[in-house]
C-alpha cells in the first residue's frame, strides 16, 4: 500500500493533525481547539486519540511515522522543548518519547518556524530548491532556515532568530534586551504600534492599519514602507550572508505585499549587491498556515531517508 | 605509504604551496611570489611547476589531490573564478581544469577566506566543532561559514560575505551601494579612516593607531572601542541567526583584541539573547595567515570522503 506520514501542528489555539502521502497529498485531517492550559500530559493524550483514530481510518502498515511542529525551541537529540513563551507547561516534558511510547512509532519534533519552511519546500513556493529562508511575520518574527534540503537547527536549537537580528542599532527597544530588532519594525505588533503612533486610536491593530492603507491613507501608507524599509534591511543581510536562491515571506500582513515590497525590494537592492547581481528570489510563501503541518508531515519522509543513507554507508 | 594532499594559497602577494599528511602535518612547503600580472597561464604554470617538484619529494601514490585557495567568487561546479577584485585576468578562466589536465590528479577550488574557516575547523581554533564562522578582518572583511564540516557557498559561490552586513542602517557609505557595512566599520581600512578622522595624519594606518593605542592614547583607543561594537553588532546578528558554538575572529587587527573585544562582548551580550543563553564562543583564530593554506590542503580528503559516501550509497 501507499505510504503516509502525519504531521501536527502545535501552534496557536489549535491542535491540528493530517495524514499526508508521500506525494503531499492529505489523506485525513482533524482540528481541535488545543488545552495548553490542561498541561502536556493532556495535550499528548489528545494528539495519541487523533492519531489512533486517523490510523484506524487510513491504515497502519503505510505509516512512516509522526512529525510535530511546536512553537519552541528543541533540543533534537532528547526530543524535548527547552524554552517556549507560548507553551511553558511544557518546557522539559519528554514529548517525543511520551508519544513514542504508546505509538510504538517514529516522532519527531521540530520548531514551527523550522516546520514551515520545510513545508514550503517541499510542496510550496520552494519546490525547485534546497536552500531557502522563511520570514513568518506575526505577534513576533520567526524564521526557518533549510540549507541542503535539512533544517539548521544550531547546536542547541536556537537558529533562525531572523526577529531578533538588529536592522537599527539604535531602533525601538525589544524585551529580548536589544535595541532595533526587525519584529519591532515589522511585525503584525510593530505596524499596530506604529499605528497609535500615528494616532489612530490605542486599539488600532495590523489589520485596522491595512484597512486604512487599503481606502490611500497616506500616514498608514508611511507604516508599511517603514516596514517594507526594516525588511529590507535584514533581507539585504541575509542575502549577503547566505546566497541562497529564495527567501520567503508569510504570516497575517501578507496581504499588504504591495503596500511594504517596494521600499523593501529598494532596500535589498542598494543593500546586497549579491541580490543585484544574480537571480535571487524574495516571493510571497503560498502554504499559509498550512506550512507547518505540512512540514511537520515531511520530517518522518526525512528521518526515514537519513537512516537508509546512515545504513548504507555503514 | 602514508597519504598526503597539497595546498595552494593564491591570496595576497605570494603564491605559497604546502604539502600537508591526512593528520594535518607539512611535509613540505614552498613560497614565491606570485606573479599574477603575467595572467592566470604563468600562475598555472608555476603552480604546476612546483606541485611537480614537492610529488617528487614525497612521492606520487600517495597524493590524494591539490585544494587552491583563491580571493574572489568561485563557481563550485565549473571550478572558475567568477568573480575577482584581486585576480581580474582569473575572470572565467578554468583554473581547475587547466591544473587537473596537467597534474592527473583531484584538483579542488575553493575561495580563501572559506578555506581559511575549513582550515581552523580542521586543525586551528575549530577542531572541536563542525560548525564555526571565520571572520577575517584586513583591508575588507571577509567570511568563511562550515555547516556540518563543509563550507556555506550558496547558490552562486558568494555566501559569507559578511563584511557587507548592514551594522549602521545609516552608517558609513561602502564602494558596494550600501551604507554601514560592517567592513566601512571594523576593518583595518575602516580603523585607517578614523584614524585620520581624529586629526592622526593623512596617512596614518592601523598599525599606527594601534601603537597610539597601546601608549594609551584616549583617542586611538576609542576607535578600537567603536571598531569593537560595529563587530558586536555583527556577531550578534549571526549569533541570532545561526546559533553555531563558535565565531572566530583573524587578521592584521587581531593584536588589537583587548582594545575592542570588550565593547564586541557588550554588544553581543545586549544583543543576542542566544549568546547569553548558553555556551557560544567568539575566539581568536590560531593559524593566522596559514588558515587558508591548511583549508586548502584539507579539501581533498573532503572531497574523497565524499565521493566513498556516494559510492557506499549508489
Redesign the interface.
Known sequence: MATYSIGVDLGGTNLRVAAVSEQGLILDKVCIPAVFKAGPERVVSDIVTIITTIRSRIGLSGLRGVGIGVPGFIDMNKGVVVGSANLPGFQGFPVRDAIQKILGTTIVLENDANAAALGEMWIGAGRD?K?LILITLGTGIG?G?V?GGRV???????????G??????DGNPCG????GCLEKHASATAIAAMGRMMHFGDDITAEGVYELASEGNERALLIFRSMGRALG?AL???I??????LYLLTGGPLPAWDMFAPTMFEEVR?????F???GTRIEKAVLGGDAGLYGAAYLPFQTISNRE?AA??L
Open positions: 530548491v536552500d524564521g532556515i540549507v539548521l537547527h544550531g547546536f542547541l536549537g536556537m537558529a533562525g532568530e531572523i531578533h537580528m538588529t536592522v537599527y542599532a529580548c534586551g536589544n535595541c534591511v539585504a543581510n541575509l549577503n550572508i547566505f546566497n541562497f536562491p542598494t543593500r546586497s549587491f549579491t543585484t547581481r544574480n543513507v548504507a554507508v
